[in-house]
């Protein structure tokens, strides 16, 4: 378990706790509560919207906590009187597939890892620090910070629709001429503004990490035009480096490890999916 005290980092968690719970009590106290006492499918929401800010919040704390895969600092200072680059390349002239020196944790770091200037310690497969999770994306907390992204729209979309439905086909008694209707009326306003603005933000996120990964180039990657790191591996194999080695379904589940285990290899030992191009 690890925290970075970031104070842009520490903001940004204070305001995604304070949005993840605003519409929690929105929809619990003004929408569902208030306008589908009588209705029969209201048990039903109240277990699923409750599911989803559940996985939303393990996804963020895994994300958070999770270290992403820093590179193990030396016992020892190195020489850097002989510094250069070890190991050798594949042949296609990519220096992502090199051992590099990093002067600044004073250790070789594998290939593809960058050095973090807020974090302070170098990470595999290091995409970017998102100040939202107020830690770096990398190797081992790629899958969490998807995850989190997903729930947050599902939240949003799930949101906005129960809005929309209680302003649509308003309850009996939802009154919009007294002060509690008209307080009803501004809550769901402000829950729809933000279903849409953080809906849309994290879209846009998604789809950017989406891309990093089946096209296997981090975003410093990109930055620095290196191209895909893996060309011919499968897009599904991609996937499963990120998301692990077990059955598909379980992708989304924020409480898997990130190992395999010998069910999981067994399932991609099957003749369809370990063929590889």
Known sequence: MRFVKYPCGIICLIITY????????????????????????????????????????MSHLKAELSDPG??????????FSDMHTVGKSTGNGNSSNEWTVCTRCETYRPPRAHHCRICKRCIRRMDHHCPWINNCVGERNQKYFLQFLVYVGVQAIYSACLVLGSLINPCEGCNSENIEGQTRLLHCVILLIESALF??????????QMHAILYDETAIEQAQQ???HRPN?????????VFGRGHPAC???????FNSSSSALRYYDTPLLSHEV
């Open 233 to 241: 591996r499968r897009k599904f194999y991609l996937l499963a480096d």
């Open 251 to 257: 992708w989304l589940l924020p409480c898997t490890s």
């Open 199 to 208: 809906g849309l933000f994290v879209l846009a996120i998604m789809v950017d």
């Open 18 to 57: 304070i949005m993840v719970i605003y519409a929690y009590y929105v929809v619990m106290r003004w929408i569902i509560l208030q306008t589908m006492q009588a209705n029969i499918w209201a048990p039903l929401h109240v277990v699923s919207f409750n599911t989803v800010v559940f996985l939303l919040a």
């Open 226 to 228: 290196k191209g895909s």
């Open 70 to 79: 820093c590179v193990p600092l030396p016992a020892n200072r190195l020489d």
